[in-house]
């Protein structure tokens, strides 16, 4: 989750699960619970921080950052997202247009009456086509305040500590 800038840490998480079975990666946790939780709570703790000094100084409203934690649908696992505000509602005007257009061809009898309008564009669509303007906006932001540099850095050493707890006396393989 940390490339440039943690425009990764905002991304959607899209995609349904393929039908093919597929093999599950093993992950095998050498440091402590405690430790992992620990620097597992440094990583959220330098994320919040950044956002929120983020959405202060950006002035652009659609592009301020919210992080939420949520389980996604077909599963109970929540998982943590920050996405910028013109993506939230990107997936909510979809939704709505997508319900609207139920209703104008339930209310037909089956044929949709479209009239003037065209099909919705999907979220998906809209969010990438400004996906660039976020992600420059984020650059400059981050480049003229040096604050925000160092949360990135901040939460990259948690990161790196993350990492090597969880390799930490791992049993050498044989080649």
Aim: net charge neutral; aromatic share 6%; with cysteine.
């Amino acid at each position: 989750m940390t490339v440039s800038l943690m425009v990764p840490v905002c991304a959607a998480h899209g995609g349904a699960p393929s039908d093919d079975a597929e093999e599950l990666e093993q992950v095998h946790v050498y440091g402590s619970k405690e430790e992992i939780w620990q620097l597992r709570q440094a990583i959220i703790e330098a994320e919040n921080r950044f956002f929120e000094r983020y959405n202060d100084l950006n002035t652009n409203d659609d592009f301020d950052v919210k992080c939420r934690v949520e389980a996604r649908t077909g599963t109970r696992l929540p998982t943590r997202t920050c996405r910028p505000l013109y993506q939230e509602d990107a997936v909510q005007e979809g939704a709505k247009q997508a319900v609207e257009l139920r209703q104008r061809f339930q209310s037909f009898g089956g044929e949709a009456q479209l009239g003037a309008t065209s099909p919705p564009v999907p979220a998906g669509i809209k969010i990438m086509a400004r996906r660039p303007e976020f992600e420059r906006n984020m650059r400059n932001v981050v480049r003229k305040h040096p604050e925000l540099t160092a949360l990135l850095k901040e939460r990259a050493a948690a990161a790196t500590a993350l990492e090597a707890a969880t390799r930490r006396d791992r049993p050498k393989q044989d080649p």
